[in-house]
Structures are given as structure tokens and as C-alpha cells.
């Protein structure tokens, strides 16, 4: 039943990358707590890096 | 002045269907915590199926 | 497979009616969006008034 | 170390006005609780007009 | 009709300086994007040093 | 940089358990995605169990 939320910036993460971390992140849940991973949710959102900060910054900015 | 965010994957719900649902999850706040809906927000994100696991597999995968 | 967020002041909402919510918002998203109730995950979360702001200011100073 | 999400409506904000937003936000938690800039996450979400209510309705259907 | 959620470790920030950052965020969606200080929603959430973790490490053990 | 919000019904897990969590998060964004770990947040919100739902029903009602 555990819902994860993972936000990283859109840097063009494959398929492939983004099932990888769903799967990582439901098994690290069933491992350290017993989790059931049918019920087990993950939701990845993708930021444009206009739209993200670190520093006071936009990575955007910081990439210039 | 409550909250509401609704996560689902983006699977072509229509403008009306969004209106109900914002429609909705308002006036059940109304109905069961007697709030305010003037300030009631309701924020919908629709996520791609790529971006949503669930049982550790991506919603795209499980479709197939 | 949707997740629901509701965010409301903690205000001493009671288990019913807190369950009347986890079931209003289920059903709203089987009857606009034909999803399935299993899969579906409303949480709740309960904000002190302290940390809750509307219009600039706490809850708690605007009650005051 | 903080993290904030800022959501708003999709409504052309430019990526100047997006930096200032994060400048402004991570400026503000070194202010109040002198937290560490370099580690001060800040993420908009920008929401189509479809997807965000109050009053229980779209953003879309109270602009017509 | 923004909604901002600041995510910060419980530390014993005051009811004062909670204040503050909601005036000051507040205030800064008023300034760069002339939003409605009304209907702005800020919600401050306070997380045990033992649930947030940064480095790969909890909070709670950096600061051992 | 990236953010990772775990959610999961509080249910006693314990601080070690909540730094497996956090190390396993920040591990699998280094891994599958080449992310910087000193800069990946991990926050972990644990639900009363009245507060979370599935399948219409609070957890605490599943369970009795």
C-alpha cells in the first residue's frame, strides 16, 4: 500500500530507466518493511529544468 | 480552504470529467467537514503511463 | 490505481468522517472515471493551524 | 535542506519570472530559519487550467 | 490561487517564524506574479529528522 | 537533485528500517539514473492508519 513519489528533472530518462526505478522502489519497500508490491504505487514526475531549483538557482541557469 | 490533489494516469479524461471530478471531491468536502468550497482548490495531474507503477511494473508494461 | 491527497486543518475530524471521505472520494473517481476502488489510495493529512496560511497569514492568527 | 513545491496555473509564466520564484522562495527560507541554500530544492508545478477548481469548478469554466 | 508546500525538518521552527514564511510566501506570488494573496494556499510541513534524509543518510545521523 | 517522497502507513518502522528506506531511495537514483547522492532528498511520511484508504476503506477499518 505505500505510494512513492520520485521528482527528478527531464533529462531525457528512457522507458526503460523509468521502469527500472519502479521496480527498484517497490522492491526496496517489500525488502526493509514487507510490503505488499501489488498494492505498491509509484508515480514519477519529470521537471522541466526552468521549473526546478537548487541554490536559489534554476538548473537551467546552473547548466549555462 | 481544503486541499485535494488526484493522481491519475493520463488516459484521455475529458474537460467534463475533470469538471466532475473537481465538482465532486468539493462538495464532499462540504458535505462531511462542512468547509468552505469558495476556498476548496482541487489539483488533477495526470501522469503518463510510463511514469506510473504499480505491483513494480510501469502501467505501460502491464498493458501490453 | 488513483491516489488522492486531501489536505485539511487539523480540527478534530473525527475517524467517521474521515472514513465517509476515504469512501466519497473512491467512489467519485469509480463513478466519472470507471477506475477500480481496489487500487485506489486517498490519504489524509491533518495540518496544524499553525502551519496551515491563507490570505497571507496562519489559520490560527485569523481565528484569533 | 528544505523542499518547496509551488503549484500555479499554466498561464505563460517566463522562465525570468519561474527564476524569481525560486530565488525568492530559497532567499526566504534563509531569512526566516537560516537553512542552507545550496541544499534548498524548490519545484513549480505549472497546472493546466483544466485540471486546477475552486468553488468547485475548472479554472477554464470560471474564466468564460 | 497558488498552493505552496514547504517541506522543512522539525526543529522547533516558531509559531512566529511560520508566520513569516507564509507571509513571505505569500507575498512573493503576489510580487512576480501578480496572484490573488486570498485565495493562496501555503501549508508548511514539519518531518522528523529520523524521515528525512539527504546524502543517503538520515538527518537524525549526520548530525551524530 | 532529485526528490523522493515515501509515503507508508505508521505502523512502527523503525529509525533504522526509515534509513534503509533513504539509503536504498538514494542508491537507486545514483544507480539507474547517475544522480548526485549529496544532493537527493528522501522524505518519509508515516499515515495513521484512520488517514489512509484503499479500496474505499480506511486501513484501520481493513484491519479489524
Known amino acids: 500500500m505505500p505510494f512513492v513519489n520520485i521528482k527528478i ?3 531525457g530518462a528512457t522507458a526503460e530507466q ?3 526505478l519502479i521496480k527498484g522502489a517497490t ?3 517489500v525488502k526493509v ?3 505488499n508490491p501489488a498494492t505498491t504505487v509509484v ?6 529544468t ?3 531549483g537548487i541554490g536559489g ?3 537551467s541557469n546552473r547548466r549555462k
Open 9 to 11: 528533472t527531464k533529462d
Open 18 to 20: 523509468k521502469a527500472a
Open 27 to 29: 522492491d526496496l519497500l
Open 33 to 35: 518493511l514487507n510490503k
Open 43 to 48: 508515480v514519477i514526475d519529470e521537471i522541466d
Open 50 to 52: 526552468d521549473n526546478w
Open 57 to 59: 538557482e534554476t538548473v
